[in-house]
């Protein structure tokens, strides 16, 4: 069924409401007692049963195709066919850009109304490792482009499929594959569980250190494998600004310069060729004086250590191919230290149509508050401004952060059945962290039970939506083919 604004005993204590305008805003929070809050969450199986998470069926007049040619609007156009290609690499990478239409899917999915703050975007490739401010190489959610808040088993939904479809891509069998999305499934519910029984401080301050996690593993991982990780995590603590600039810049006439490499990455200075470009860095001078202004007041002091050099454009991601990225380079100490910046625009979450507009009114915002509340740790240059740009003299906003700080992704490609089902605990863990630190955990835990009712049937999904992603794959090429589209995949 579809979600709708209500008012319901059953209504997550997430922090916003959907008004009846459309916009989600701040709500009361309430202090139930916890009898009361496992009450609520008991009583939302008559809204939703655990068994009816499996059910999924295509609605009437489904255009996936459309809603993705939809996004164009707002896109850069001549990076669309780069989006299109992306997509049409396989069907998982297709899965990674269709976003929207999942969305419009779930809408249309039992909704149990226990609400949480979404990833919105919670496939396997949205998790990964990055350094935490103490340093340390932490496993978390690592996209918020459409966080928004809502019902809380649509990220485990997106969760689960994802594993299916990457599962399909390396040929795993069906036993395995239902093996991978029940473990997922399963360490989701039975976490929410241990955090509905902790005081939520420690909720709080739960994180995941990744290199005790992957030692622990050592006994379940072939060899060979085990060595393979140990050697990415070690390529992950040199995957940092000083790496970014061996790799994106080269030094001409004595001035470091960012490398033209159309379209994947284009200074600024080539991008408005038209425009002079003090102008274009006043401009930026300004935005990034208006960025700095949502940093705590220490990360201000810190960042105004480093002077700006050059700007230039970037595509990023599969999703994110169209909208506007931005790589700022920076220097302190007379260029001996470098730090790259990205500037990453954020538009209206794909889920707002369906769960509500933000209550936020800059999207960037939108983003770094979703990232606070379900981080454990976030990248200590996490903010956001509004940029208007220069030549269409349109407002966008966007959000910045570090380019690479130790970032660090499984390699799913290279993932085994055992290794995947691994992989698929940590990701449901990280999830029911995430969901128990902006929703009520004592409801969910509740909702959830003891039983593996909830752990079959999105299973169950996961499957049916693999086999819809595939048909979806398949409608985006013969799009590509009939002219509705057009792709590019040789970059």
Not at 6 to 11: D, G, L
Not at 76 to 97: A, W
Not at 351 to 380: C, F, K, T
Not at 442 to 465: H, M, N, P, R, V
Request: charged share 25%; aromatic share 8%.
């Amino acid at each position: 069924m579809p979600v709708t604004a209500r008012k319901s005993s059953t209504s997550g204590t997430s922090g916003a409401r959907v008004s009846a305008g459309g916009r989600a805003r701040a709500a009361a929070v309430e202090h139930l007692s916890r009898a009361d809050r496992v009450a609520r969450g008991k009583d939302a199986r008559v809204v939703a049963t655990l068994e009816s998470h499996a059910e999924f069926s295509p609605g009437r007049g489904r255009d996936p195709v459309g809603l993705l040619l939809g996004q164009a609007a707002s896109r850069v156009p001549e990076l669309l066919p780069v989006r299109h290609g992306r997509m049409l690499v396989s069907p998982f990478t297709f899965y990674r850009g269709a976003a929207l239409p999942m969305a419009a899917d779930l809408a249309g999915t039992p909704a149990s109304g226990l609400q949480v703050q979404l990833c919105g975007d919670a496939h396997l490739s949205n998790f990964g490792a990055f350094a935490s401010p103490e340093r340390n190489l932490v496993f978390d959610v690592n996209d918020f482009d459409e966080t928004l808040p809502g019902p809380f088993e649509w990220d485990v939904k997106r969760l689960a499929a994802s594993l299916a479809v990457a599962g399909r891509a390396s040929g795993f069998p069906a036993k395995a594959r239902r093996t991978i999305a029940l473990a997922a499934a399963e360490r989701y519910r039975t976490a929410m569980r241990e955090f509905a029984a902790q005081p939520f401080m420690d909720v709080w301050y739960a994180h995941l250190d990744i290199e005790p996690v992957i030692a622990e593993f050592r006994s379940q991982v072939k060899a060979k494998r085990f060595k393979l990780a140990e050697k990415l995590l070690a390529k992950a603590h040199t995957a940092d600004s000083t790496k970014a600039l061996d790799k994106l810049t080269a030094v001409v006439d004595g001035h470091r310069r960012i490398i033209s490499d159309p379209p994947m990455i284009v200074p600024v200075e080539e991008l408005f060729a038209g425009v002079q470009a003090d102008a274009i860095y006043q401009l930026i001078h300004a935005v990034l004086g208006k960025y700095r202004r949502s940093l705590q007041s220490d990360r201000r002091h810190l960042l105004e250590q480093f002077a700006m050099v050059q700007v230039a454009r970037k595509v990023v991601g599969v999703g994110s191919v169209g909208t506007r990225a931005w790589v700022v380079l920076m220097e302190a100490d007379d260029g001996v230290e470098p730090l790259f910046l990205q500037a990453k625009e954020a538009q209206p979450s794909v889920l707002a149509d369906y769960a509500g507009r933000s209550r936020y009114s800059n999207q960037g915002e939108r983003v770094v508050a979703g990232q606070h509340l379900m981080q454990a740790q976030s990248d200590i240059f996490l903010g956001w401004t509004r940029v208007a740009n220069p030549v269409d003299g349109v407002d966008r906003d966007f959000y910045v952060r570090q380019l690479k700080d130790w970032k660090f992704s499984v390699p799913i490609e290279l993932l085994l059945p055992p290794g995947m089902t691994l992989y698929a605990r940590l990701c449901g863990w990280t999830l029911a962290r995430a969901h128990a630190r902006s929703g009520d955990r004592i409801a969910l835990a509740a909702y959830l039970g003891g039983s593996d009712k909830f752990d079959q049937a999105i299973a169950d999904f996961a499957e049916t939506y693999a086999d819809q992603n595939e048909l979806d794959y398949a409608a985006l090429q013969a799009a590509v083919k009939d002219g509705r589209a057009e792709a590019t995949t040789e970059i």
